[in-house]
């Protein structure tokens, strides 16, 4: 049978601990939401688990969850580090691309990317806007 004209049908896959806000409300799916869905992947990688949304879509602070979580000592050697880490500039990557709203987040998976490169040498990073002094 042919489908009537005009009419389409969407099936959209995803983990619902990992997905964006906008994705979970069956919003519009952008590269915001890749974004988000590759920050919940690192967000793991780091902590053991997922992030944890609030009520209004907004993920509880990395540098708290290093703190409170017990993660497995081979997945996370020092643990002194990782929450000095989430304390500084990588916790404010991650922060900006785990934002409940897209806007808020990074354009693309390139600007994560080069945040995230910043970070690893050292340099300043752009999700923390920093003055002079930083």
Do not use: M, N
């Given at each position: 049978?042919?489908?009537?004209?005009?009419?389409?049908?969407?099936?959209?896959?995803?983990?619902?601990?990992?997905?964006?806000?906008?994705?979970?409300a069956?919003?519009?799916l952008?590269?915001?939401t890749?974004?988000?869905?590759?920050?919940?992947?690192?967000?793991?990688?780091?902590?053991?688990?997922?992030?944890?949304?609030?009520?209004g879509?907004?993920?509880?602070?990395?540098?708290?969850?290093?703190?409170?979580?017990?993660?497995?000592?081979?997945?996370?050697?020092?643990?002194?580090?990782?929450?000095?880490?989430?304390?500084?500039?990588?916790?404010?990557?991650?922060?900006?691309?785990?934002?409940?709203?897209?806007?808020?987040r990074?354009?693309?998976?390139a600007?994560?990317g080069?945040?995230?490169?910043?970070?690893?040498?050292?340099?300043?990073?752009?999700?923390r806007?920093?003055?002079?002094?930083?």
């Amino acid at each position: 049978l042919e489908p009537e004209a005009g009419t389409a049908t969407v099936t959209t896959a995803y983990t619902p601990s990992y997905a964006a806000p906008e994705q979970l409300a069956g919003g519009e799916l952008t590269t915001a939401t890749d974004v988000y869905g590759l920050a919940s992947l690192l967000h793991r990688l780091l902590l053991g688990q997922p992030p944890v949304r609030g009520p209004g879509g907004e993920c509880s602070d990395p540098a708290r969850l290093a703190d409170a979580l017990a993660a497995p000592a081979e997945a996370v050697p020092d643990r002194a580090a990782l929450r000095r880490a989430l304390r500084g500039d990588l916790g404010w990557i991650l922060r900006k691309a785990l934002a409940a709203e897209p806007a808020r987040r990074y354009a693309s998976a390139a600007e994560f990317g080069a945040d995230l490169r910043a970070w690893d040498e050292g340099r300043p990073v752009a999700a923390r806007q920093g003055g002079q002094r930083y």
